[in-house]
């Protein structure tokens, strides 16, 4: 229970820096990674609506700066008798790191209120393991990866009416 009592605080700091003057709807989230680590994060509202991003968006980024790919568990608080679960968006990025039976614990302030699994909340979901290549494990950088891949930008042909402008032709003239 330590796990999900350090999850639920760490969310529950991350909710009150959110920054959200539009919605007023602050919401934390917290994940877990397997060797331990919580990462938090928070939303963070923007004039130009579509630009703010959500709390676990900001908890994953925080954990993939930190070296870590993979997801444990993860916390989302916010406020109100509903329950805020992860938009459709974050839990596909939840996806991304984490497995179907991975726990998503749902809490308002009091603590939390609904455990559900990933698969529950996404399921028959698309994943890393439908793509050819297999996610970075550890100690591996994104150029291996990059070298793995079979179609690199420069092998794809461009449509016959395209052109890719060079250092060379940049500055010239269209006819």
Not at 37 to 57: H, K, L, M, T, W
Not at 75 to 92: E, I, K
């Amino acid at each position: 229970m330590a796990a999900i009592d350090d999850l639920f605080a760490a969310a529950a700091a991350a909710q009150a820096n959110a920054y959200a003057p539009y919605s007023r709807f602050k919401v934390g989230a917290a994940v877990l990674t397997p060797s331990g680590r919580i990462f938090p994060g928070c939303n963070v509202e923007n004039a130009a609506y579509p630009q703010g991003s959500c709390a676990e968006a900001g908890a994953i980024a925080a954990m993939a700066l930190a070296g870590e790919r993979a997801i444990a568990a993860v916390m989302v608080v916010g406020d109100g008798d509903a329950l805020v679960t992860p938009c459709g968006g974050c839990r596909q990025r939840i996806r991304e790191f984490a497995g179907p039976g991975t726990p998503i614990h749902v809490a308002g302030p009091e603590g939390p209120r609904r455990s559900f699994t990933l698969d529950e909340l996404l399921p028959a979901s698309f994943g890393p393991d439908h793509l050819h290549h297999r996610p970075l494990g550890p100690g591996r950088s994104d150029d291996a990866r990059d070298q793995q891949l079979p179609c690199q930008p420069s092998d794809r042909a461009l449509p016959p009416d395209r052109t890719v402008a060079t250092e060379a032709t940049a500055g010239a003239a269209r006819p």
